[in-house]
């Protein structure tokens, strides 16, 4: 082969994966693209980092429930949360509120910050444990402790708001922590590469299939899941 058709493709190669990473970058393409035929009942989750929403603009069948980041730790409260939740409520989205777990403040201490942050309501999802490693702090807990700190915030999010905590897990969180764990609460899993499946055997209930979605009515980028279950399934949840 000609050295100049060799460079050709080489330079067509090259082209093609710079312009493969500058879409997954970019949010043009994804990994996943669950149907609506597969997945009716489809959501996102927001945070502060969403700014200003123009909620008129979302396509309410493509996102049916919204998941709202309300606290961190035991005194982090996310800013937008307030006006995200009065302004999804208002538009009758179905919305869940969740709380991003530290390793370092005790789980009783977390569950105060949450309660004091989401209010207890008719009609919206469990309260949400987020449980990964990504911007979480250092800690010379031991597996049991961390546990044992979850299950302390499980139990008082629980009799609180009288309904189990959905677990949002990282796949790399749930195999060190949730795995044969607290097998009564609802899994959300976070997994952009393909379908999930927990490593445990149990079905989950949410999948985080994007982060780096595009959504009408928001300027940034946004994550982009699914409900794994029918209509009645859903609706359990709320009530």
Known sequence: MPVRYLLWIIIAIIGIGALTIYSLY??????????LAEFPIQGIDISNHQK????DSIDKDKVRFIFVKASEGADFKDKSFKANWESA?????IVGAYHFFTFCKSGEQQAKNFI????????????IIDLEYG???????????????????????EA??????????????????????????PIWI???YRQPLLTDGRSWTFWQ?????????????????????????????IQ
């Open 135 to 157: 911007g979480n702090c250092q800690s010379n807990l031991s597996k049991e402790q961390v546990i044992t700190e979850i299950t302390v915030l499980i139990n008082r999010l």
């Open 209 to 237: 299939y994007g982060n780096r979605g595009r959504i009408e009515g928001i300027d940034t980028f946004v994550d982009l899941n699914v409900f794994h279950g029918t209509e009645q399934a859903f609706d359990a949840l």
């Open 190 to 192: 976070r997994n952009i």
């Open 52 to 55: 200003q929403i123009d909620w």
């Open 160 to 185: 609180f708001y009288h309904k189990k905590p959905i677990l949002y897990v990282t796949s790399e969180f749930f195999d060190d922590y949730a795995a044969y764990q607290f097998e009564g609460n």
């Open 89 to 93: 409520r208002k538009r009758n989205f």
């Open 116 to 127: 004091e942050t989401v209010p207890h309501e008719p009609g919206i999802l469990p309260p």
């Open 26 to 35: 970019h949010g043009y393409l994804r990994f996943n693209y669950p149907t």
